[in-house]
């Protein structure tokens, strides 16, 4: 994007503020609070209390995550698009080399009906696939948690071990090194080859190569002569069709 292409965004960008905060006032003068709107600007970190995240600067953080509180995320983890990690009453620790994927939530337990306080421990080298739910529980290094898993308090899944997709592990689980547990609620199912165990740590290292190209884009300004062929692109297509 040249000057030009700069100075219009910045004027656009003002424009729409003014408009904003005219339609704010209009709404004030005219005592109807129906047509008004709350703007939600999303934060990437966010304090709680007294606690901020505390990011490694060669961590990958998707622009739609959200990472609230008392959290800590290692040298070149990555939490993807829509994760959620909320560590408001208590601490969430996560690793180097760490994937968090797309639409996951991890949280914390400040207590439960035994009275325990479980904190979310997320080891080094792990991944936790998309949509999974991790609360108050432990993920030991080179683990693996399937899709859509869901992983209760006081749950330990200890180093190598895996948690098959769509799988409920109940509360104070623990799940030895080198076996697979699945389904509702979770049990033992097999134990885990060694190539399969190897794997962990190679799923882990594609992860962190992929999140840097994700880094590397998100950091970049979207170009107007891409933007532009993407648009003439649509209109050939729409025109195809039409004939």
């Not at 840097?212 to 692109?233: C, I």
Request: with cysteine; glycine share 10%.
């Amino acid at each position: 994007m040249g000057t030009l292409g700069r100075a219009a965004y910045t004027v656009g960008f003002w424009i729409r503020e003014t408009g904003q905060a005219m339609d704010r006032l209009g709404s004030r003068l005219q005592g109807n609070n129906f047509f008004k709107q709350q703007l939600s600007r999303h934060r990437t970190l966010m304090n709680v209390f007294d606690k901020a995240p505390v990011v490694a600067k060669d961590a990958f953080v998707a622009p739609s995550a959200s990472i609230i509180g008392d959290i800590q995320v290692g040298a070149g983890s990555s939490i993807w698009y829509g994760c959620v990690l909320r560590g408001d009453v208590n601490s969430i620790s996560i690793g180097s080399g760490t994937n968090i994927q797309d639409h996951s939530l991890v949280h914390v337990a400040k207590s439960n009906l035994p009275g325990k306080v479980h904190p979310t421990v997320i080891g080094d080298n792990v991944t936790v696939g998309h949509s999974a739910i991790l609360h108050g529980c432990t993920v030991e290094d080179e683990a693996f948690v399937g899709m859509k898993a869901t992983l209760l308090d006081g749950v330990v899944v200890e180093k190598h071990a895996m948690v098959a997709a769509g799988a409920l592990v109940r509360q104070d689980t623990r799940i030895p090194s080198g076996e697979v547990w699945g389904g509702n609620p979770a049990k033992f199912l097999r134990k885990l080859t060694d190539k399969e165990m190897a794997f962990f740590a190679e799923s882990a290292a594609n992860y962190k190569n992929l999140a840097q190209v994700h880094a590397t884009q998100n950091s970049e300004p979207l170009d107007e002569t891409d933007f532009l062929k993407v648009l003439q692109k649509k209109a050939n297509v729409d025109k195809t069709l039409i004939q």
